[in-house]
């Protein structure tokens, strides 16, 4: 679940990447993890996340239940852009190989935004050296919040 349901709040900025970003602030999860909003707006989010330990699994690859939190994450952004406040009711998450990586980026995008859903899709990538390598994809379906 994304922290998005504050998207409506008469009190957000009307800037769509202050609100994002405001958003994430008010997740301890997403400060914990270090994750930042790059960009969002129209439709489209990115969100980025430094390489720590703590966020390893067994053999040092980035965890794969964080793998899927940054997924749903910037999928649950990019819809929040679009549309408000959004719950993520499903999402997948295609691990294509170990991601090791100085960074991550996650950049999802709105593929359909309904009155009552919205389906978005992601790609998750890992940076070393200046070099990106796609590390998983994603898709979720988000379900409209009534402000």
Not at 26 to 37: D, H, K, L, M, Q
Not at 74 to 101: E, I, K
Request: charge should be negative.
């Amino acid at each position: 679940m994304n922290d998005t349901n504050v998207v409506n709040d008469v009190n957000a900025p009307t800037d769509p990447l202050a609100t994002i970003r405001a958003i994430n602030q008010t997740s301890a999860f997403n400060r914990w993890c270090g994750i930042e909003v790059a960009s969002a707006g129209g439709g489209e989010a990115e969100i980025v996340m430094p390489w720590r330990g703590e966020v390893g699994q067994y053999a040092g690859f980035l965890h794969a239940g964080l793998i899927g939190a940054l997924i749903d994450t910037a999928c649950g952004f990019a819809a929040a852009s679009v549309v408000g406040r959004v719950l993520a009711s499903h999402y997948s998450v295609n691990c294509l190989r170990p991601a090791v990586g100085e960074r991550f980026m996650a950049r999802a995008r709105v593929v359909k935004s309904g009155k009552t859903q919205v389906f978005t899709a992601c790609d998750l990538f890992a940076e070393s050296g200046g070099v990106e390598k796609l590390v998983a994809t994603g898709e979720t379906i988000l379900s409209v919040v009534p402000a």
